[in-house]
């Protein structure tokens, strides 16, 4: 990827080029397994990427918070899954009742507590709120064992919600770099009882929602008949040990400059924690990958420093590099923008929209 | 600290009186001392909290980024320090001699590069930069050692820098929880080596700045002339480990919400990294203190949900719970506004002002 020489930085700069070629791999992907695809925006937070999405057939998008559905509702993208255990109390009730007059909501629910104050919420609106009942498929966060979702669902029934199938997140896909495979089997596993739980409690074939983009990379199959893969549009360094992502699909980069080079081997950059985010799975060392110095590794993050070692080829003050951050979703989070590039030259500057607290 | 019941979560509450009693006590510590407080303000990004501190006698305040001057110059608080060494190239330049002209401005340099374009840059306005060179103390982040100190000064006074003094950061400090005193005895040596470089050269007596937050607690001494904390306005779970601040002395908790409570013992909270950032030492387990179980340990963070363990109380869905962060600079980074309480009622609602990239 080339990025101009003078940009301001640190800075999150995007290969308009490599983005569409992942939009249009996974549109792809999705169409030839006859699978929905629902990507997950909290990997952008950005309406100009979300409509790309949706004009690559997405089905609609699924959000993390209230927040961020409201912000991508606002922008006219408002077919939204909040594939998440919302709590819908307090002031949430009268925004929840306001969002699902307004979009085409989908809610995650996983204890009948939250349920009770989702049906609360929809109870003054003119239409049954959809929900779906997380399951969990092993990686033990949210989401009930297969073997309570038929429970489950019998109580939002009777709340009045209107259940319309179950989600699942493969999250201990991300535990090791070879649990890809089984994390995505349990994930079908799950679903399959999950599916079968529901069948007798509802009038048309469950939505089977799941999927991450290690998982999905790695095919998207039955029982599944929705995916949300978040990360694909951009990738990430654990996206390239995860999902077989070569370095030319990274379509984001973090524009660093070496502000320091102190020690011989050694240089700092100002991309510390506040810009690359302290995310590292314990299999990964280092916190991103520099491409101008592959061999060399960021060892240590401060709020405004980044500490290279082992460089081969020293950095001198002022140099620009490109870091290929480690989890791409936390650094976007600390963005205020995104910078197109196209043939090195900064196009287009996309607000990243849905920062918060609170959600 | 009391927090309203029907808070939006996740939010970051400060308590107005201990925030000022965190204020008033370093103010006093300083003044006993004899060293000039220049708090760093990237541990707060909010103009209410800098006007507090120099209400408080701070002779300024210390920044680590160009952006985070230029906001605070432009809401008035003009006296201050970018503790970073600052690289003033490119679209930099116009904007450091903006800065320059309008505000009393202190700037970090480590590299002979970095001065030549920190003196490009004032060569455009009416009076010569006052740079500090930065020394390393032991955390072999940025900085010379204390042997190349007099060099480089005499090199930035040839390109018609004002050299003033040097600064050090003590940060590995923050290494091992039984490591402060010998940290802080390692500035006090170098900026003693630095103010011994420099007394040759200057024709006033050098600053000579140091300090964190608990170097500071421990002993603010000579040869320091100017300290500059930051954590120590809220505290959080490290400084309680390692500056000895008791949990009434902390003044800012994450408030979040039981979402999820899937397996006994457990609980899902909706703090997740993107609230409470992934920060943490080495030495401390869990991802923060949950004031309701104390007992109970924060195991696993993802971008909107934190999986507490370990709980002897059960947590239902729908309580409201108060988190310590382990490192508050990265989490008030992730936030939008503080909510300012007193006796448990909000009474302020004060922006932060200064989260970016660019920097």
């Not at 997950?40 to 999405?53: L, N």
């Not at 109870?123 to 709120?129: G, N």
């Not at 033990?140 to 919600?161: F, I, M, N, S």
Request: charged share 20%; aromatic share 4%.
């Amino acid at each position: 990827m080339h990025i101009p020489a003078d940009l301001d930085t640190p800075a999150l700069v995007v290969d308009g080029g490599r983005l569409e070629a992942n939009l249009a791999r996974m549109e792809a992907a999705a169409s030839a397994a006859g699978v929905e695809l629902r990507p997950h925006a909290k990997t952008h937070k950005c309406v100009e990427i979300a409509r790309r999405q949706l004009a690559h057939r997405a089905a609609g998008l699924t959000v993390a918070t209230l927040a961020e559905a409201e912000l991508f509702a606002r922008a006219g993208c408002d077919r939204l899954f909040i594939a998440y255990p919302l709590w819908a109390g307090g002031a949430r009730r009268a925004r929840l009742a306001a969002l699902h007059e307004r979009a085409e909501l989908r809610v995650g629910v996983d204890s009948l507590v939250a349920a009770g104050q989702l049906a609360a919420a929809a109870s003054s609106t003119a239409r049954p709120l959809q929900v779906l009942i997380e399951v969990d498929c092993g990686q033990h966060r949210t989401g009930v064992p297969p073997q309570d979702v038929a429970g489950l669902a019998a109580d939002c029934l009777r709340l009045g919600l209107d259940v319309i199938g179950a989600f699942s997140h493969p999250g201990h896909a991300y535990l090791a770099v070879d649990g890809v495979a089984a994390a995505a089997a349990d994930e079908r596993s799950a679903l399959t009882a999950a599916g079968t739980a529901l069948a007798g409690l509802l009038d048309r074939p469950p939505v089977l929602s799941g999927g991450s983009t290690p998982t999905v990379y790695d095919g998207m199959a039955r029982p599944l008949t929705e995916a949300r893969p978040g990360t694909y549009v951009f990738g990430d360094r654990q996206q390239m040990y995860l999902s077989g992502m070569a370095e030319g699909d990274i379509a984001l980069v973090v524009a660093a400059r070496v502000v320091s080079a102190p020690r011989p081997g050694e240089a700092v950059l100002d991309s510390g924690s506040k810009a690359l985010s302290g995310d590292r799975p314990p299999w990964l060392t280092g916190h991103g990958l520099v491409l101008e110095a592959p061999e060399a590794t960021i060892d240590v993050l401060s709020e405004e420093h980044a500490v290279v070692r082992g460089l081969r080829t020293p950095l001198a003050v002022g140099d620009l590099v490109r870091v290929i951050p480690n989890h791409v979703c936390t650094v976007v989070n600390l963005a205020r923008e995104l910078l197109v590039v196209s043939d090195g030259v900064v196009t287009d500057r996309w607000p990243v929209s849905s920062r918060r607290t609170a959600s």
